[in-house]
Protein backbone atom coordinates (compact mmCIF):
# COMPACT_ATOMS: atom_id res chain seq x y z
CA UNK A 1 0.00 0.00 0.00
CA UNK A 2 1.53 3.57 -0.84
CA UNK A 3 1.17 6.34 0.93
CA UNK A 4 -1.25 8.87 -1.02
CA UNK A 5 0.03 12.65 -1.74
CA UNK A 6 -2.87 13.76 0.29
CA UNK A 7 -1.53 11.87 3.87
CA UNK A 8 2.20 12.94 2.98
CA UNK A 9 1.18 16.41 2.74
CA UNK A 10 -1.20 16.55 5.85
CA UNK A 11 1.73 14.48 7.70
CA UNK A 12 4.69 17.56 6.37
CA UNK A 13 2.51 20.34 7.35
CA UNK A 14 1.45 18.56 11.04
CA UNK A 15 5.08 17.90 11.90
CA UNK A 16 5.95 21.40 10.81
CA UNK A 17 3.12 22.50 12.89
CA UNK A 18 4.08 20.70 16.35
CA UNK A 19 7.46 21.77 15.98
CA UNK A 20 6.71 25.08 15.71
CA UNK A 21 4.82 24.72 18.99
CA UNK A 22 7.16 23.16 20.93
CA UNK A 23 9.73 25.55 20.34
CA UNK A 24 7.84 28.34 20.78
CA UNK A 25 6.50 27.40 24.56
CA UNK A 26 10.84 26.03 25.34
CA UNK A 27 9.61 22.59 25.11
CA UNK A 28 13.11 22.31 22.47
CA UNK A 29 15.91 24.82 21.94
CA UNK A 30 18.59 25.14 18.98
CA UNK A 31 18.62 22.34 16.70
CA UNK A 32 17.49 19.77 19.32
CA UNK A 33 14.50 17.34 19.23
CA UNK A 34 12.94 15.22 16.28
CA UNK A 35 10.04 14.00 14.88
CA UNK A 36 8.80 11.33 12.93
CA UNK A 37 5.58 10.45 11.26
CA UNK A 38 4.91 6.51 10.00
CA UNK A 39 2.88 6.81 6.82
CA UNK A 40 0.05 3.89 6.02
CA UNK A 41 3.04 2.27 3.47
CA UNK A 42 5.66 2.10 6.46
CA UNK A 43 7.44 5.22 5.08
CA UNK A 44 8.84 7.79 7.90
CA UNK A 45 8.67 11.24 7.23
CA UNK A 46 11.20 12.85 10.19
CA UNK A 47 13.13 15.86 10.72
CA UNK A 48 16.39 16.52 9.13
CA UNK A 49 19.66 16.63 10.41
CA UNK A 50 20.76 20.34 12.05
CA UNK A 51 17.50 21.34 11.68
CA UNK A 52 15.71 23.56 14.30
CA UNK A 53 11.63 22.44 14.97
CA UNK A 54 10.93 25.91 15.18
CA UNK A 55 11.40 26.77 11.75
CA UNK A 56 10.99 23.57 9.67
CA UNK A 57 10.05 23.38 6.22
CA UNK A 58 7.19 20.81 5.02
CA UNK A 59 9.55 20.19 1.23
CA UNK A 60 12.66 19.55 3.43
CA UNK A 61 11.29 16.45 5.63
CA UNK A 62 13.27 13.57 5.11
CA UNK A 63 11.48 10.42 3.79
CA UNK A 64 12.78 7.23 4.96
CA UNK A 65 11.77 4.16 3.39
CA UNK A 66 10.49 1.01 6.24
CA UNK A 67 13.93 -0.16 6.22
CA UNK A 68 15.50 3.17 7.35
CA UNK A 69 17.21 4.67 4.27
CA UNK A 70 16.97 7.80 3.24
CA UNK A 71 14.60 8.38 -0.25
CA UNK A 72 14.28 12.07 -0.27
CA UNK A 73 14.75 15.03 1.22
CA UNK A 74 17.64 16.64 3.84
CA UNK A 75 20.10 13.88 5.81
CA UNK A 76 17.85 12.49 8.58
CA UNK A 77 19.21 13.13 11.69
CA UNK A 78 21.90 11.16 13.20
CA UNK A 79 18.89 9.83 16.22
CA UNK A 80 16.95 8.26 13.69
CA UNK A 81 17.50 5.14 14.53
CA UNK A 82 15.65 6.05 17.73
CA UNK A 83 12.51 6.34 16.03
CA UNK A 84 13.06 3.37 13.83
CA UNK A 85 13.29 1.22 17.29
CA UNK A 86 10.08 2.18 18.60
CA UNK A 87 7.85 1.63 15.42
CA UNK A 88 9.63 -1.84 15.11
CA UNK A 89 8.09 -2.62 18.63
CA UNK A 90 5.10 -0.81 18.20
CA UNK A 91 3.23 -1.92 15.21
CA UNK A 92 0.21 0.31 16.43
CA UNK A 93 2.15 3.81 16.82
CA UNK A 94 2.28 6.24 14.07
CA UNK A 95 4.38 9.18 15.54
CA UNK A 96 7.63 9.40 17.93
CA UNK A 97 8.74 12.60 19.19
CA UNK A 98 12.30 13.07 21.23
CA UNK A 99 13.03 16.36 22.81
CA UNK A 100 15.73 17.56 25.20
CA UNK A 101 13.55 19.30 27.20
CA UNK A 102 15.34 21.14 30.65
CA UNK A 103 13.09 19.24 33.51
CA UNK A 104 12.72 15.88 31.44
CA UNK A 105 16.78 16.05 31.05
CA UNK A 106 17.28 17.02 34.77
CA UNK A 107 15.83 14.12 36.61
CA UNK A 108 17.33 11.71 34.10
CA UNK A 109 20.64 12.99 35.46
CA UNK A 110 19.38 12.67 39.51
CA UNK A 111 21.49 9.92 41.00
CA UNK A 112 18.61 8.33 43.09
CA UNK A 113 15.50 7.61 40.40
CA UNK A 114 14.28 4.36 40.20
CA UNK A 115 15.89 2.98 36.81
CA UNK A 116 12.42 1.08 36.10
CA UNK A 117 9.98 3.69 37.04
CA UNK A 118 12.00 7.14 37.35
CA UNK A 119 8.63 9.53 38.21
CA UNK A 120 6.18 8.90 41.17
CA UNK A 121 2.59 8.91 40.03
CA UNK A 122 1.98 12.29 40.88
CA UNK A 123 -1.23 12.55 38.63
CA UNK A 124 -3.93 10.69 37.05
CA UNK A 125 -2.97 12.53 33.80
CA UNK A 126 1.15 11.47 33.82
CA UNK A 127 -0.12 7.45 34.59
CA UNK A 128 -2.51 7.73 31.93
CA UNK A 129 -0.82 9.48 29.12
CA UNK A 130 3.01 8.24 30.36
CA UNK A 131 2.54 5.42 32.34
CA UNK A 132 5.76 3.87 33.59
CA UNK A 133 8.91 5.65 32.16
CA UNK A 134 11.68 3.25 32.74
CA UNK A 135 15.31 4.58 32.37
CA UNK A 136 17.92 4.18 29.36
CA UNK A 137 21.58 4.16 30.47
CA UNK A 138 23.57 6.62 28.97
CA UNK A 139 25.41 6.19 25.53
CA UNK A 140 27.00 8.82 23.30
CA UNK A 141 25.06 10.33 20.90
CA UNK A 142 24.93 8.49 17.77
CA UNK A 143 25.99 5.17 19.16
CA UNK A 144 23.85 2.10 17.91
CA UNK A 145 23.80 0.57 21.31
CA UNK A 146 20.96 3.14 22.54
CA UNK A 147 19.12 1.81 19.79
CA UNK A 148 18.84 -1.90 21.65
CA UNK A 149 18.84 -0.09 24.98
CA UNK A 150 15.67 1.20 23.50
CA UNK A 151 14.35 -1.19 21.76
CA UNK A 152 14.40 -3.28 24.72
CA UNK A 153 11.77 -1.48 26.61
CA UNK A 154 9.85 0.03 23.94
CA UNK A 155 7.42 -3.30 23.58
CA UNK A 156 6.02 -2.49 27.19
CA UNK A 157 6.82 1.19 27.45
CA UNK A 158 5.30 3.90 24.79
CA UNK A 159 7.35 6.43 26.71
CA UNK A 160 11.48 6.04 27.78
CA UNK A 161 14.03 8.41 29.68
CA UNK A 162 17.61 8.45 28.09
CA UNK A 163 19.81 9.21 30.91
CA UNK A 164 21.33 12.99 30.42
CA UNK A 165 19.42 13.31 27.10
CA UNK A 166 16.23 13.42 27.29
CA UNK A 167 12.98 11.32 26.24
CA UNK A 168 11.56 9.33 23.37
CA UNK A 169 7.81 9.07 23.42
CA UNK A 170 5.70 7.18 20.59
CA UNK A 171 1.88 7.50 20.14
CA UNK A 172 -0.87 6.16 17.72
CA UNK A 173 -0.94 9.68 16.19
CA UNK A 174 1.02 12.51 16.43
CA UNK A 175 -0.72 14.71 19.08
CA UNK A 176 -0.93 11.71 20.97
CA UNK A 177 2.87 11.65 21.18
CA UNK A 178 3.01 15.42 21.97
CA UNK A 179 0.71 15.37 24.74
CA UNK A 180 2.17 12.76 26.45
CA UNK A 181 5.78 14.01 26.19
CA UNK A 182 4.29 17.31 27.26
CA UNK A 183 2.60 15.36 30.43
CA UNK A 184 6.24 14.50 30.89
CA UNK A 185 7.99 17.67 30.84
CA UNK A 186 4.98 19.18 33.22
CA UNK A 187 5.32 15.80 35.62
CA UNK A 188 8.84 16.05 35.68
CA UNK A 189 8.85 20.29 36.60
CA UNK A 190 6.57 19.20 39.61
CA UNK A 191 8.75 16.67 40.82
CA UNK A 192 11.88 19.14 40.70
CA UNK A 193 9.67 21.40 42.34
CA UNK A 194 8.94 19.22 45.00
CA UNK A 195 11.94 18.11 45.98
CA UNK A 196 12.61 17.59 49.72
CA UNK A 197 9.37 18.28 50.45
CA UNK A 198 6.94 14.98 51.71
CA UNK A 199 4.25 14.11 49.01
CA UNK A 200 1.29 12.34 48.78
CA UNK A 201 1.38 10.51 45.29
CA UNK A 202 -1.19 7.98 43.88
CA UNK A 203 -1.27 4.71 45.39
CA UNK A 204 -0.56 1.70 43.77
CA UNK A 205 -4.06 0.79 43.64
CA UNK A 206 -4.90 4.28 42.17
CA UNK A 207 -2.31 3.88 39.50
CA UNK A 208 -3.08 0.61 38.40
CA UNK A 209 -6.54 1.57 37.88
CA UNK A 210 -5.53 3.91 35.96
CA UNK A 211 -3.29 2.12 33.86
CA UNK A 212 -6.54 -0.03 33.21
Do not use: W
Not at 26 to 53: K, V, W
Not at 57 to 76: M, T
Amino acid sequence: MTATISEETRARDEICKVGRSLFERRLTMGSTGNISMRLSDGTLLMTPTNASLGDLDPARLSLLDSDGAHISGDKPTKEAFLHSCMYCERNADHAVVHLHSTHSVAVSILADVDPADVLPPLTAYFVMRVGRLPLIPYFAPGDRDLALAVKKEAGTHHAVLLANHGPVVSGKTLREAQYATEELEETARLFLMLDGRPIRPLTPAQADALRK
